[in-house]
T-cell receptor, first 116, second 115 residues
């Protein structure tokens, strides 16, 4: 079975703090993809990053960084120097297998509130 | 930048009525999906569609649901006889054929309220 666990339901930080959102996944597939999506208060789902199971290189994009560790089945997301605009629900998702049409399995999401 | 477009943004209907949610996927994408999100809960997969047929469907996607690509641009989700528990945000997504570009891009969603 495939599963994504985001244990942190809600996180509250003050602007400029660093914050890490945890994601742990389960899959038996050897080929799989991991994603992060952002859902701002307006409700849409915004793609942030995709990682495949063969690429454990960490990635940095501006204030965002992602740490993928197969040994612990984790794909954590860190926001450096958080801003109020980062307030949103963040979803980690898993797509198993190599099939192009395979579904995304979402975690329950972590609601991040960044206060001025 | 190309985007997935969903209409309407909000649909209110009476229990037992049929609704059709519409989506215009990104133009060169060939895989299409519907997901739903009950208020405050996780996003759940409903169905995937490729080459004019359903590729996979979840347990949620029962006989009351159907999908169609009536022309070259639209992708629709029909709920034949809505129930109160169908109230949710419904997201359409699309992705490209190439594995390297296989990211699912989502529309802004249609909020369905069944009264």
């Amino acid at each position: 079975a495939q599963k994504v666990t985001q244990a942190q339901t809600e996180i509250s930080v003050v602007e400029k703090e660093d914050v890490t959102l945890d994601c742990v996944y389960e899959t038996r597939d050897t080929t799989y993809y991991l994603f992060w999506y952002k859902q701002p208060p307006s409700g849409e789902l915004v793609f942030l990053i995709r990682r495949n199971s063969f690429d454990e290189q960490n990635e940095i994009s501006g204030r965002y960084s992602w740490n993928f560790q197969k040994s612990t089945s984790s794909f954590n997301f860190t926001i450096t120097a958080s801003q109020v605009v980062d307030s949103a629900v963040y979803f980690c998702a898993l797509r198993g297998g190599a099939g192009g049409y395979n579904k995304l399995i979402f975690g329950a999401g972590t609601r991040l509130a960044v206060h001025p | 930048e190309p985007e997935v477009t969903q209409t309407p943004s909000h649909q209110v209907t009476q229990m037992g009525q049929e609704v059709i949610l519409r989506c215009v996927p990104i133009s060169n994408h060939l895989y299409f999906y519907w997901y739903r999100q009950i208020l405050g809960q996780k996003v759940e997969f409903l169905v995937s569609f490729y080459n004019n047929e359903i590729s996979e469907k979840s347990e949620i996607f029962d006989d009351q649901f159907s999908v169609e690509r009536p022309d070259g641009s639209n992708f629709t989700l029909k709920i034949r006889s809505t129930k109160l528990e169908d109230s949710a945000m419904y997201f359409c997504a699309s992705s490209a054929l190439e594995q390297a570009k296989n990211i699912q891009y989502f529309g802004a969603g249609t909020r369905l309220s069944v009264l």
